[in-house]
Nanobody, 121 residues
Framework: QVQLVESGGGLVQPGGSLKLSCQAS????????MRWYRQAPQKVRELVAA????????KYIDSVKGRFTISRDNAKNTATLQMNSVQSEDPAVYYC??????????????WGQGAQVTVSS
């Protein structure tokens, strides 16, 4: 069964950095694109960044381009989200998930507990 475990969340100052990690199991990792989503209070969950199966293709929403970097390690079944220049609009619970394509297809129904990112000076 699909399991996704996020870690690395915490408190960061505006302009600071944070690295989130995702340990995946229960599916053939390199058959799927990996994605990071986030959900802020009273907002819909949104797809933030995605990476293709081999890591050669990445995609980001405009608000995080140039600040966030998604990567993956197929040997370890892990995906990471490096968050730099964190801004006041970034606080949310961040979730990883997988999809058959990098964007535009439904992710797995299973979700992890997420990683809370809080921004405060």
């Amino acid at each position: 069964q699909v399991q996704l475990v996020e870690s690395g969340g915490g408190l960061v100052q505006p302009g600071g950095s944070l690295k989130l990690s995702c340990q995946a199991s229960g599916f053939t990792f390199d058959d799927y694109a990996m994605r990071w989503y986030r959900q802020a209070p009273q907002k819909v969950r949104e797809l933030v960044a995605a990476i293709g199966r081999t890591g050669g293709t990445t995609k980001y929403i405009d608000s995080v381009k140039g600040r966030f970097t998604i990567s993956r390690d197929n040997a370890k079944n892990t995906a990471t989200l490096q968050m730099n220049s964190v801004q006041s609009e970034d606080p949310a619970v961040y979730y990883c998930n997988a999809g058959p394509t990098i964007w535009g297809t439904a992710p797995f129904d299973s979700w992890g507990q997420g990683a809370q990112v809080t921004v405060s000076s």
